[in-house]
């Protein structure tokens, strides 16, 4: 049998007490919970333990004796010392299930958390050993949840109508950032701790955002902060922080999900009238213009163009998707799955046990992967590469995509002698001309049609300068390309 004790700050209850008194094992998360016992329960008249004995008048004093009597009086083992060794969140979480499911061995075992017994991922992974071994279970306690929240509502108007989230701060950064509902962050135990939640906020909400931080002072004491002063508070065990939902309409951020909604509603009846009309077939030419813009910004190395242009190709994603939710063919979640699907797929070495060499391998795996799941054989898969594609890049793509299924290219020195033979005079000899260009970049893995675009580019800046400059002397610009030529 295990009892979970959900321990608030100063609330155990006289039942806690008792299944804490009347287990094999007792066991605590952190020192913390058993410092907050109130002495008068946990140290009346001389309680035996285990042959110890501490009285009420030697319980008075700092919550560091507090503890380590409570510690010697029962006998318990906190998991600190995993806390101070584990590499990381997962391997603490295991480590820590694995001492509550050692202890059962022993007979019925009591572990406190500080907070919700279900927020606390060692305890909850412990609790899904316990079950397939078939131990019983029992919670007891609230947790400090409601003492914080009341706390934080009487600081901060807080809308709790459609729930709230509570989490661990050294847990946080595994989560998608959800700003429409409130969150109790605890366990703030230090400034870098509540510097990583801050972070973690602010990809979401403004660093002026009010947030309401708690600290337990024989109850919690509340203050309304900006969310960029939370690192700069006194910190502790107790320290936690309640951050308000924030509606869409009151933010200047968002998320992937707050853009699927807006364009859900500019697309649903009485939205715009423009967005409604809209088809698959129309939009095609906008996704085709924004991608040339994403290129352009990614060719003049202007970031802030460059996550502008993205966000344009984003909106053409999700215009796309919310189309086909209303058609009934596929939706925002299905695109963001089929692609993370195709990612870890693509890429056994990351995340199985397939070994790659180099990218060229990595490659070669892509291409065999995805013929073995379409089954398709080489030449179907040539087929599929998209007619819309400018013909040089479909060319070299056709190339690349023969050269990774093991179907080798005529090499480089033939390819050259074959285009030093060509008596180049009618449009047949000068395609063939571009062809055997196209297979010899893609032995060397140049991209021709971006090369032709920088080489265009660099002629028209020269042309403008040339212009300029025979302005400057005065004669024509035929004249000073000649005499400059």
């Known amino acids: 049998m295990i009892t979970i004790l959900s321990c608030g700050y100063g609330e155990w209850t006289a039942e806690m007490l008792a299944a804490w008194r009347g287990a094999d094992v007792r066991l605590a998360s952190t020192q913390s919970c058993i410092r907050e016992v109130p002495p008068t329960m946990w140290a009346p008249d001389a309680v035996q333990t285990n042959g110890a004995a501490l009285t009420g008048g030697t319980a008075q004093g700092n919550g560091v004796a507090q503890t380590e009597g409570a510690i010697q009086l029962f006998g318990a083992q906190t998991m600190d010392d995993l806390y101070e060794t584990a590499a990381d969140f997962e391997k603490l979480t295991a480590a820590i299930a694995g001492r509550i499911c050692d202890a059962l061995s022993q007979g019925d075992v009591v572990y406190a958390v500080l907070g919700s017994a279900l927020q606390d991922a060692g305890c909850l992974a412990a609790l899904r050993h316990t079950r397939e071994r078939g131990v019983g279970c029992k919670l007891l306690g609230q947790g400090f949840e409601p003492q914080a929240l009341m706390a934080a509502m009487d600081a901060l108007d807080l809308d709790l109508s459609r729930g709230y ?5 050294m847990a946080i950064e595994l989560l998608p950032p959800d700003p429409t ?7 703030l135990n230090d400034a870098l701790t509540a510097g990583v939640v801050k972070a973690w906020f602010s990809q979401i909400l403004q660093d002026d955002q009010p947030v309401v931080f ?9 203050a309304v902060i900006p969310l960029h002063a939370l690192d700069r508070q006194t910190l502790d065990h107790t320290a936690c922080v309640v951050v308000p939902g924030v509606e869409r309409a009151n933010r200047r951020r968002y998320t992937l999900w707050d853009l699927d909604r807006v364009i859900a509603t500019l697309r649903a009846p009485g939205g715009c009238p423009w967005d409604r009309e809209q088809t698959h077939q129309s939009l095609r030419r906008f996704l085709l213009e924004e991608t040339y813009e994403v290129l352009d910004a990614i060719d003049r190395g202007d970031a802030e163009a460059l996550a502008d242009e993205l966000g344009d190709v984003l909106l ?17 979640n299905d695109v963001i799955s089929n692609i993370t699907n195709k990612m870890i797929e693509r ?5 199985s046990d397939t070994n790659a060499a180099d990218a060229d391998e990595v490659l070669r795996n892509w291409e065999a992967q995805k013929r073995a799941k379409a089954g398709q054989t080489v030449g179907e898969s040539l087929t599929a590469i998209p007619k819309t ?23 480089a020195q033939t390819l050259r002698d074959r285009l030093a033979t060509l008596d180049i005079q009618d449009a047949g000899s000068l395609t063939q001309a571009l062809w055997i260009t196209a297979l010899l970049a893609a032995h060397v893995d140049v991209e021709l049609e971006y090369e032709l675009n920088a080489r265009l580019n660099g002629a028209m800046e020269r042309l403008i300068q040339s212009e300029s400059d025979a302005g400057a002397l005065g004669v024509h610009l035929d004249t000073f390309l000649t005499q400059n030529g």
């Open 165 to 169: 989230r509570t989490v661990p701060a």
């Open 389 to 411: 594609l400018p013909a040089l890049m479909r060319v070299q793509k056709t190339a690349s995509r023969l050269k990774r299924a093991g179907n080798p290219l005529p090499d």
């Open 316 to 332: 053409q994603v999700v215009l796309h998707a919310d189309m086909g939710r209303a058609e009934g063919d596929f939706d925002l």
């Open 214 to 222: 708690l600290r337990w002072r024989k109850g919690f004491e509340a």
């Open 347 to 351: 890429h056994p070495h990351v995340f």
């Open 181 to 187: 509902q409130p969150w109790l962050v605890c366990e």
